[in-house]
């Protein structure tokens, strides 16, 4: 099942996507579950699923703006230099434990919304990652069970400001720019996906492949990570892991491919979803030049 979040006529909503459209769950069940973290916290899902089983789609895709699958999470936790690969490429040496920091809720948007380089710096570099998306809550989660804490899987664009990123040994400035980051298109069920392992991902700039990677190439897997946060951390329900970019990113190429204003970026996941966003320069959102 997908379930995406969304906006229709400025309200805000979720439901569930199939051929056609999307059965507006929110417009059904909003007083008591206003939004899809409040889902996953009641553990309704399969109130969703009841729900769609039958119902004809309330709203054509076309319809909607699709919003960050979970819109204002209690936690986002990213995690870098995850793949060997990626490792190699930027020089560093494998880590011994993960490499996490965060995004704000502020700094993303959804599928089809566009991702704003800042006026302060024009190297917005692109990472393709996949999201993993907390079901459950739980603290010191063991490995061999952290997959049934586990909702389902997203895509995820960490769109990295990377002068700023370097400016400490924390990462906290380069990934927190307004509107860098994109989450999407939709939270896909862990029920569809099984291992997680078994994914592929591929990051597309204007149609050309950037990067190709196999989940099961991260150095730290799905279960190691929901495990290593959930030590310092309670992983609540709508809680977010972003689980690190493969290689292939744009500062290290030669020259350099940074995002430039009319580009477009997606991260395919095939059997999650295909993110896509365009890019655009925030003295033309500032100035109301902003694409729709």
């Given at each position: 099942?997908?379930?995406?979040?969304?906006?229709?006529?400025?309200?805000?909503?979720?439901?569930?996507?199939?051929?056609?459209?999307?059965?507006?769950?929110?417009?059904?069940?909003?007083?008591?579950?206003?939004?899809?973290?409040?889902?996953?916290?009641?553990?309704?899902?399969?109130?969703?699923?009841?729900?769609?089983?039958?119902?004809?789609?309330?709203?054509?895709?076309?319809?909607?703006?699709?919003?960050?699958?979970?819109?204002?999470?209690?936690?986002?936790?990213?995690?870098?230099?995850?793949?060997?690969?990626?490792?190699?490429?930027?020089?560093?040496?494998?880590?011994?434990?993960?490499?996490?920091?965060?995004?704000?809720?502020?700094?993303?948007?959804?599928?089809?919304?566009?991702?704003?380089?800042?006026?302060?710096?024009?190297?917005?570099?692109?990472?393709?990652?996949?999201?993993?998306?907390?079901?459950?809550?739980?603290?010191?989660?063991?490995?061999?069970?952290a997959l049934r804490h586990v909702a389902g899987y997203s895509c995820f664009n960490d769109g990295s400001v990377r002068d700023f990123q370097r400016h400490s040994?924390?990462?906290?400035?380069?990934?927190?720019?307004?509107?860098?980051?994109?989450?999407?298109?939709?939270?896909?069920?862990?029920?569809?996906?099984?291992?997680?392992?078994?994914?592929?991902?591929?990051?597309?700039?204007?149609?050309?492949?950037?990067?190709?990677?196999?989940?099961?190439?991260?150095?730290?897997?799905?279960?190691?990570?929901?495990?290593?946060?959930?030590?310092?951390?309670?992983?609540?329900?709508?809680?977010?892991?972003?689980?690190?970019?493969?290689?292939?990113?744009?500062?290290?190429?030669?020259?350099?491919?940074?995002?430039?204003?009319?580009?477009?970026?997606?991260?395919?996941?095939?059997?999650?979803?295909?993110?896509?966003?365009?890019?655009?320069?925030?003295?033309?959102?500032?100035?109301?030049?902003?694409?729709?």
């Amino acid at each position: 099942m997908r379930i995406a979040s969304f906006r229709h006529r400025g309200r805000p909503s979720y439901g569930v996507v199939r051929a056609g459209g999307i059965v507006d769950a929110g417009r059904k069940l909003g007083v008591e579950l206003p939004d899809l973290a409040s889902v996953l916290a009641a553990d309704a899902i399969d109130e969703l699923h009841a729900l769609a089983a039958d119902a004809e789609p309330d709203l054509a895709l076309a319809e909607v703006e699709l919003l960050p699958v979970i819109t204002d999470p209690d936690k986002i936790l990213c995690v870098g230099i995850n793949y060997r690969p990626h490792v190699e490429e930027t020089g560093r040496d494998a880590p011994q434990s993960p490499v996490l920091f965060t995004r704000f809720p502020g700094s993303q948007v959804g599928h089809g919304q566009p991702l704003v380089r800042p006026s302060v710096s024009h190297k917005f570099d692109y990472e393709g990652e996949l999201a993993v998306i907390i079901g459950r809550r739980g603290r010191h989660i063991a490995t061999e069970g952290a997959l049934r804490h586990v909702a389902g899987y997203s895509c995820f664009n960490d769109g990295s400001v990377r002068d700023f990123q370097r400016h400490s040994s924390q990462f906290t400035a380069g990934k927190n720019f307004a509107r860098s980051g994109g989450f999407g298109p939709w939270l896909t069920t862990a029920d569809e996906i099984g291992d997680p392992a078994r994914l592929t991902l591929e990051t597309r700039l204007n149609g050309a492949v950037m990067q190709s990677a196999d989940v099961a190439d991260l150095i730290f897997d799905v279960p190691a990570l929901i495990s290593y946060c959930s030590t310092f951390a309670e992983l609540l329900p709508g809680d977010v892991i972003v689980t690190g970019t493969p290689g292939g990113v744009g500062y290290v190429r030669k020259p350099p491919v940074y995002l430039q204003p009319g580009d477009v970026v997606e991260v395919d996941i095939p059997g999650v979803g295909v993110l896509r966003n365009g890019i655009v320069d925030e003295v033309d959102v500032l100035s109301g030049r902003e694409p729709d």
